[in-house]
């Protein structure tokens, strides 16, 4: 295949891959695929068909080329449905497995978890949960149900334990509880191939893992001892996890920090991490003379023991492939065809393992490649300053210009500030990663010299902890703030000069220079126009993109921001704060202590200026949960303060009434004892937010319609149909705001909420992401 060949039909495959995982999943209809297939079909066979027949000598010479055209679509339409019968294939294993099927088969979704004995094999080494104990991948072997025989099945299942699991590898028996996997969690799991998870009750390695297996155990441990020995939690945790993939102990607010400044790619092994090994491998040879072939055959084999030594987790495969091909073509002297190679690479990759093409972090990693293969050199050629440095810097700008567009598609954070901080890190983590491998071999013979090795690799890491933190701070988002406008001028100033050049040049120039005109103004327009910051002088309420969970900014320009609940995720609520160039709040406000509203605040008051926490009666104190919100507010200095119904304050020009709960709760439930907030702006409109009230709470509110007649509602309880008869419609909103996570599996918003709410202009996060609602003219 040629080069353009071998990436249509990669791309084919991909597409075919991914879209037969949608419908194995059951996130598209088959009737769907069929109409787009014919379609693809039929423009297939017209294309085909256009070239025949003609006899003219244009035509003629042009023969060739038209059947390779055709023979490229064909390869392409063919390869496509292998990868999507494939994906469809693959995808179907995973949620129709025996035991999926056993713990799915309730249609309500309220049947009890199963009690089931199981004999694995652990596929993966044991991970901290989020929410405390450990998880791990097992290969299913054997299934026992009370009552029935043992049955042989070959799925993945995800273990819950309060201690860690047994090491990769090791034949195991598990008794527990099974349930289908929920949540925002289900998705990520099913790419990993497995939908049900096993709460252990006990278990019992029944056998020891291969030697070889054992041995790169061993060798983990052994980095992760020399590791702590050497250096603080934040950059041990920095070391493992580039070198071994290891990121057990990681402070909350390293991963905060290195997440919101774009670094997450450098604190775990991902394909970056095999770039970095092959260069520093390929790197050390050269600089010892022994020449680039022998650097070539080493950093082959270097790049196999690293995937042994990482796990071989699918995204480290992918990389280790695409990485031999460009070493084998390196050793046959074909350098030259690198962007055939990663064709060839991506194809056998999906083929492999269709289910990678819904992975984003296969995205990323051939989005990066690419980068790399296409804009590097065109950047290094106008960059001034050494050839090595400019090379470094080149690869940086083009992997970050190539995945801006992923990270926007999946959510995440994109900016100048992004762009600094990797041009800080990553060489810094190049560096760390090659020291850690060394010491990682070192510590097989010689445990006190790779701490050695260890201490050296520290002072790289130091740098890219400075990096995440810098960045993910206030400097981060004063680059941000300030990076539209310094941009938008520089384009604009190029704007004149090629509208200058334009009128010397004469007319024959004029249409490719006035779409170089049109280009940069587009540009311009388009980065002038990027939002830095949504407070202006007047009110606005933005429910913030957090998931499934309930994140609300009010801005008002005469006070600054109040947010009212943190959603689930810190890493998501740091990402929507930025996105809105909020660097400080003046109020904190927690309607009620559940992880889909308070999670998200964790290390907050730490990371920004919080002038005080507003929780109600429920919220535990610091003697009742030592690391809760109001612990982790009263010891970052931020003031905390009790409310309930009656109380209220002025924010700037709007006037906020706490309407419930009354001073002892309600009924000693969490969510019917959301804080509820009445706001009300100074000629302007009113806003309920809601929490997640159930019947109880509305009725209370119920009597006071007046109260809650307002303009713009917060729906509670993320949609769900938990509400008492006739509240929705006695708040009688122009607009009604619902925050959901998107494919939630509490299936929120729940349809009968949607009926109730016809003729009012709904707002969904999960459909349209972070919602802004203008309050200080109506909304």
């Known amino acids: 295949m040629t080069g353009p060949t071998a990436a249509v039909v990669a791309a084919a495959a991909w597409v075919g891959a991914l879209v037969g995982s949608w419908v194995g999943f059951g996130s598209l209809s088959l009737t769907w695929v069929a109409v787009g297939l014919a379609v693809v079909l039929v423009v297939v066979l017209v294309a085909s068909g256009s070239t025949r027949g003609q006899s003219t000598p244009g035509h003629a010479a042009h023969e060739g080329a038209a059947r390779r055209v055709r023979w490229t679509m064909?390869?392409?339409?063919?390869?496509?449905?292998?990868?999507?019968?494939?994906?469809?294939?693959?995808?179907?294993?995973?949620?129709?497995?025996?035991?999926?099927?056993?713990?799915?088969?309730?249609?309500?979704?309220?049947?009890?978890?199963?009690?089931?004995?199981?004999?694995?094999?652990?596929?993966?080494?044991?991970?901290?949960?989020?929410?405390?104990?450990?998880?791990?991948?097992?290969?299913?072997?054997?299934?026992?149900?009370?009552?029935?025989?043992?049955?042989?099945?070959?799925?993945?299942?995800?273990?819950?334990?309060?201690?860690?699991?047994?090491?990769?590898?090791?034949?195991?028996?598990?008794?527990?509880?099974?349930?289908?996997?929920?949540?925002?969690?289900a998705a990520w799991f099913a790419r990993q191939g497995a939908a049900v998870e096993v709460r252990v009750v006990d278990l019992q390695a029944t056998g020891a893992p291969p030697g070889w297996l054992a041995a790169t155990t061993w060798l983990r441990e052994r980095l992760r001892t020399v590791a702590s020995d050497a250096l603080d939690e934040a950059r041990?945790?920095?070391?493992?996890?580039?070198?071994?993939?290891?990121?057990?102990?990681?402070?909350?607010?390293?991963?905060?920090?290195?997440?919101?400044?774009?670094?997450?790619?450098?604190?775990?092994?991902?394909?970056?991490?095999?770039a970095m090994v092959v260069g520093g491998v390929l790197g050390a040879c050269l600089l010892i003379g022994l020449g680039r072939r022998v650097g070539?055959?080493?950093?082959?084999?270097?790049?196999?023991?690293?995937?042994?030594?990482?796990?071989?987790?699918?995204?480290?495969?992918?990389?280790?492939?695409?990485?031999?091909?460009?070493?084998?073509?390196?050793?046959?002297?074909?350098?030259?065809?690198?962007?055939?190679?990663?064709?060839?690479?991506?194809?056998?990759?999906?083929?492999?393992?269709?289910?990678?093409?819904?992975?984003?972090?296969?995205?990323?990693?051939v989005a990066a490649t690419v980068g790399v293969l296409v804009v590097t050199p065109r950047v290094r050629r106008i960059l001034p300053g050494p050839e090595g440095l400019r090379t470094v810097l080149a690869a940086t700008i083009g992997a970050q210009v190539a995945v801006a567009p992923v990270l926007l598609l999946f959510g995440g954070h994109v900016g100048v500030s992004?762009?600094?901080a990797n041009v800080v890190a990553v060489p810094a983590a190049a560096v760390g990663s090659v020291i850690g491998v060394g010491a990682a071999l070192v510590a097989t013979f010689a445990p006190g010299v790779a701490v050695l090795f260890g201490w050296l690799a520290?002072?790289?890491?130091?740098?890219?902890?400075?990096?995440?933190?810098?960045?993910?701070?206030?400097?981060?988002?004063?680059?941000?703030?300030?990076?539209?406008?310094v941009l938008g001028i520089g384009l604009l100033g190029w704007l004149v000069v090629v509208a200058v050049r334009t009128g010397m040049v004469g007319r024959r120039t004029a249409g490719g220079a006035?779409?170089?005109?049109?280009?940069?103004a587009i540009v311009a327009v388009v980065v002038l126009g990027s939002p830095a910051g949504t407070l202006g002088e007047g009110v606005v309420l933005v429910a913030l993109d957090v998931g499934q969970g309930d994140a609300v900014l009010v801005g008002d320009g005469a006070a600054g921001w109040m947010l009212v609940?943190?959603?689930?995720?810190?890493?998501?609520?740091?990402?929507?704060?930025?996105?809105?160039?909020?660097?400080?709040?003046?109020?904190?406000?927690?309607?009620?202590?559940?992880?889909?509203?308070?999670?998200?605040?964790?290390?907050l008051f730490d990371d920004i200026d919080v002038g005080a926490l507003v929780v109600g009666p429920l919220t535990p104190s610091t003697s009742e949960d030592p690391d809760g919100v109001v612990a982790q507010a009263e010891a970052a200095g931020?003031?905390?303060?009790?409310?309930?119904?009656?109380?209220?304050?002025?924010?700037?020009?709007?006037?906020?009434?706490?309407?419930?709960?009354?001073?002892?709760?309600?009924?000693?439930?969490?969510?019917?004892?959301?804080?509820?907030?009445?706001?009300r702006v100074d000629g302007g409109a009113s806003a309920l937010l809601t929490g997640d009230t159930e019947a109880i709470a509305q009725m209370r509110l119920l009597a006071a319609p007046e109260v809650i007649d307002v303009d713009v509602l917060k729906v509670p309880h993320h949609g769900g149909d938990t509400n008492a008869e006739g509240f929705l419609s006695a708040t009688t909103p122009e607009v009604a705001v619902i925050s959901a996570g998107e494919d939630n599996p509490f299936g929120h918003p729940h349809p009968d909420v949607l009926a109730d709410l016809v003729g009012v202009d709904v707002r969904r996060t999960d459909v349209a992401g972070d919602v802004v609602v203008p309050l200080h003219g109506g909304p």
Not at 462 to 480: K, L
Not at 567 to 594: E, F, K, M, T, Y
């Open 514 to 520: 006035s779409g170089a005109v049109a280009t940069v």
């Open 418 to 420: 992004a762009l600094l």
């Open 296 to 365: 070539w055959g080493a950093s082959l084999v270097t790049v196999w023991w690293f995937v042994v030594l990482v796990r071989a987790e699918p995204s480290v495969l992918r990389a280790a492939l695409m990485a031999s091909l460009v070493l084998v073509a390196a050793l046959l002297g074909r350098l030259r065809d690198t962007g055939h190679l990663l064709s060839v690479a991506v194809l056998l990759a999906v083929l492999l393992d269709p289910l990678l093409a819904g992975r984003i972090g296969f995205v990323l990693s």
């Open 458 to 485: 520290g002072l790289p890491l130091a740098v890219v902890v400075w990096a995440a933190e810098t960045f993910a701070g206030p400097v981060g988002q004063q680059v941000d703030r300030a990076a539209p406008w």
């Open 74 to 185: 064909v390869a392409a339409v063919i390869t496509a449905l292998v990868a999507g019968i494939g994906g469809a294939s693959r995808a179907v294993s995973v949620v129709d497995g025996t035991l999926a099927d056993r713990v799915t088969g309730d249609p309500t979704g309220t049947a009890p978890d199963m009690a089931v004995e199981l004999d694995v094999v652990m596929a993966g080494d044991p991970q901290p949960g989020a929410f405390g104990g450990w998880w791990a991948l097992a290969q299913l072997r054997t299934l026992s149900v009370p009552g029935d025989q043992p049955v042989g099945s070959r799925e993945r299942v995800v273990l819950r334990s309060g201690a860690p699991t047994p090491p990769l590898g090791t034949p195991t028996r598990v008794s527990g509880l099974a349930s289908p996997i929920d949540g925002d969690a």
């Open 565 to 603: 609940d943190g959603g689930p995720d810190p890493a998501a609520l740091r990402q929507a704060l930025r996105r809105h160039d909020v660097d400080a709040l003046r109020l904190v406000v927690l309607s009620h202590p559940h992880d889909d509203h308070q999670r998200g605040l964790d290390g």
């Open 638 to 679: 931020v003031a905390v303060q009790l409310v309930h119904e009656g109380a209220g304050w002025r924010f700037g020009t709007t006037d906020v009434q706490v309407l419930s709960p009354p001073a002892g709760g309600i009924a000693l439930d969490a969510n019917e004892s959301s804080v509820v907030l009445g706001l």
């Open 236 to 274: 041990a945790s920095l070391l493992t996890g580039l070198v071994t993939g290891d990121v057990r102990g990681q402070p909350t607010a390293l991963a905060d920090a290195v997440d919101a400044a774009g670094l997450s790619h450098l604190v775990a092994v991902s394909g970056s991490n095999v």
